[in-house]
């Protein structure tokens, strides 16, 4: 950008400078400037390449004539015409028209018909139970008949026995009741979940309160009170008794058990044992 500046001077020696704050001068790495320094029209010095600053002397020291008398006109006078008057429109008047109105069409109505219904078709039926495999009859003369251990069995929710044999053990899969203190039954509260269920109280102190403990079903008869194992397959319209590890409160006197037969677990119709 071009920049100038008018000094008035006496004839003398005088000193220029010029300085450059980052140390490149003003040519010619990052640029074309330069510098003319001129007494009257007299050039006196000139450049452009230094680095951070550039001194330049010029001129002679001598005795300084007496200033002439100044020659300069005075000023003209100021016009005597008045100034003209403004001539600037006044500003245009604001309009008088309304600004459009925000359109007056109320939105669009929601959707007037309901939403789809869900299906009216019921759901699938749940699966039949299938059927117990039926039971192979066993033979009555006792050959090859074993005493058998129960497992659990998720789909009734009892412990079952997978074999047949000469007898049926609960073994410990009842072994308390329900969730007691000290006493939890495994897998309670083993009752078939087909059919009627009849859950257990959780009330009461592991062998303290009642509790069923073990049942076993066993191929035999009851002679003179007295129980006598067959040794042959428990088998349907067979013989068998049902022997039941309880605990009683007290001393029992308040307390009965009763059990119960059906001949068909998939769909039980309970019946009391005399």
């Known amino acids: 950008t071009p920049f100038s500046s008018n000094v008035c001077a006496n004839d003398g020696q005088y000193e220029f400078q010029i300085n450059d704050s980052i140390g490149d001068g003003i040519c010619c790495g990052y640029g074309t400037g330069s510098y003319l320094v001129k007494f009257g029209t007299v050039e006196k010095a000139s450049g452009g390449q230094f680095a951070s600053s550039e001194t330049k002397t010029f001129g002679t020291c001598g005795s300084t004539p007496p200033p002439t008398t100044g020659s300069t006109p005075p000023p003209s006078a100021p016009p005597t015409n008045p100034p003209t008057t403004g001539s600037t429109p006044p500003p245009t008047a604001s309009p008088t028209a309304l600004p ?31 059927p117990t495999a039926p039971v192979t009859p066993a033979p009555t003369t006792g050959g090859g008949a074993v005493a058998q251990g129960a497992i659990f069995d998720s789909s009734y929710g009892v412990p079952k026995c997978a074999n047949m044999g000469s007898s049926c053990d609960s073994l410990a ?32 102190i592991y ?21 006598v194992p067959s040794g042959d397959f428990i088998t349907e319209g067979g013989r068998a008794y049902v022997t039941v590890k309880l605990w009683c409160w007290g001393s029992g006197a308040s307390d009965t058990a009763d059990i119960y037969l059906t001949k068909d677990a998939s ?8």
Request: with cysteine; aromatic share 2%.
């Open 100 to 130: 459009t109105p925000v359109p007056t069409a109320p939105p669009t109505a929601p959707p007037t018909a309901p939403p789809t219904p869900v299906p009216t078709a019921p759901p699938t039926n749940p699966p039949t139970a299938q």
């Open 173 to 204: 899969l009842l072994d308390g009741r329900g969730t007691i203190s000290n006493g939890n039954e495994p897998n309670h509260s083993n009752t078939n979940n087909i059919g009627n269920t009849c859950n257990d109280g959780n009330s009461g």
């Open 207 to 227: 062998h303290s309160d009642e509790s069923i403990d073990q049942i076993t079903v066993t191929a035999g008869d009851i002679e003179s009170g007295v129980p």
């Open 267 to 274: 769909s039980p119709d309970w019946e009391p044992l005399d």
